[in-house]
């Protein structure tokens, strides 16, 4: 009997990992078929303001913030960074910044009257007040753009029934082993896996890369107060500018996440405060992702099978599919990428992580632990750890 069992388990196994490797040439397909066409431009430039919440000097923060800065659009653009402590080592970057940028509408605001469990919504809070134009763009600090970002962000935002603007990223090292590993989970899973589920019309994404909106949709939706007690914040105002009847626009521009991880364990926690911020999100399409994983589940199923030969054939194909997935990624974004070999690695690490984010109930983010609640919003635990 326990003979049957194993071979039904290992069976299934290998169903899933054949149907893993359909998906992989399946997201590379419509990779291929992504473009980063430009936008048609506007006649008419509005004001913008960005807000960028900040915490710590990260690794490329200033080269991040001055791509905000230097953008070729002829519109007034209001540039407000936020930090929570004029102590954060990101105030001195800032600084420089806006001593670099003479002329620029470049402003520091620290937000330390604002609080909640959501560290960069009470950091947004407290720029809110200080919003001057009717366009209002927020960008994570770890992200950089092109210098037709703005222009073309706003030309998306103006078509008719858009309410929202979000962007793909992907990844740009900035470190040795672990910070490549964090950009290939970007490159090779998360970005394929959002075209696929968008084309099946079974992802509804909104992205902290980029979430640009006009100033009376952020009133309707309740402002920034409405999401201060949320993990997944930017799929959360994706969600309520859909309610309020408007579109979230993913125009094909792709921009730059930086990855610097320096060690195991910083790329653990990242990642898995992030699958956990997808699985909060979309319960039911996180958990669908197993059918990403086929490399996992073609080993497990030749070690548990009598017959270990069309398992290992499975391997061989979930190996060459994942392959033809990330050469056809970094063809369409325009990268050389030395990380193939680290392929099979990545690949299984990201199911570890996909496994293990259904039993995490508590997540680190810039030094600060939280539980999860089920319905995806925060409960801070313990005092600040540096």
């Known amino acids: 009997m326990t003979g049957v069992i194993v071979n039904v388990i290992a069976l299934a196994c290998f169903a899933l990992a054949a149907g893993g490797c359909l998906h992989a040439l399946a997201a590379a397909s419509r990779v291929r078929r992504f473009r980063t066409e430009v936008e048609p431009g506007l006649a008419d430039q509005p004001g913008v303001t960005i807000l960028k919440p900040l915490s710590g000097a990260e690794a490329g923060l200033y080269e991040n913030l001055a791509s905000f800065c230097d953008q070729d659009y002829a519109g007034p653009a209001q540039v407000i960074f936020g930090a929570h402590d004029s102590h954060d080592p990101a105030v001195a970057v800032v600084e420089r910044l806006i001593a670099d940028h003479p002329g620029r509408d470049l402003s520091l605001c620290i937000t330390s009257l604002s609080r909640g469990p959501n560290p960069k ?91 640009a909106m006009k100033r009376e949709t952020l009133a309707a939706i309740g402002g920034f107060d409405a999401f201060l007690a949320h993990l997944a914040d930017d799929n959360a105002i994706g969600e309520a500018v859909r ?16 990855c610097a991880e320096s060690d195991a364990g910083e790329l653990l926690r990242h990642e898995l405060r992030w ?90 983010w810039r030094g600060h632990r939280y539980k999860v609640r089920a319905d995806g919003t925060l409960v801070p635990l313990g005092e600040h750890r540096t």
């Open 121 to 211: 919504i009470a950091n947004l809070l407290g720029m809110q007040a200080h919003i001057r134009h009717d366009i209002v763009v927020i960008a994570d600090s770890d992200i950089a753009v092109s210098r037709d970002y703005l222009s073309r962000t706003v030309a998306a935002l103006a078509r008719p029934g858009v309410g929202l603007v979000t962007y793909l990223y992907r990844g740009e090292v900035r470190g040795g082993l672990w910070a490549r590993l964090a950009a290939m989970a970007i490159d090779y899973h998360f970005l394929p896996n959002v075209l696929v589920g968008l084309a099946m019309g079974l992802a509804r994404p909104c992205f902290g890369a980029t979430i």
């Open 243 to 258: 309610k309020a009847g408007l579109t979230v626009a993913i125009p094909p521009l792709v921009v730059r996440h930086t």
């Open 275 to 364: 699958a956990r911020t997808l699985r909060a999100a979309s319960p039911w399409g996180y958990a669908g992702l197993v059918m990403t994983h086929p490399l996992p589940f073609a080993i497990l199923g030749t070690l548990l099978s009598a017959r270990p030969l069309p398992g290992v054939l499975l391997i061989g194909a979930a190996v060459f599919c994942r392959l033809v997935l990330q050469l056809t990624v970094d063809r369409t974004l325009g990268v050389r990428s030395k990380s193939g070999w680290l392929g099979p690695a990545r690949d299984l690490l990201a199911f570890g992580i996909h496994f293990a984010s259904f039993f995490v109930g508590v997540v680190s």
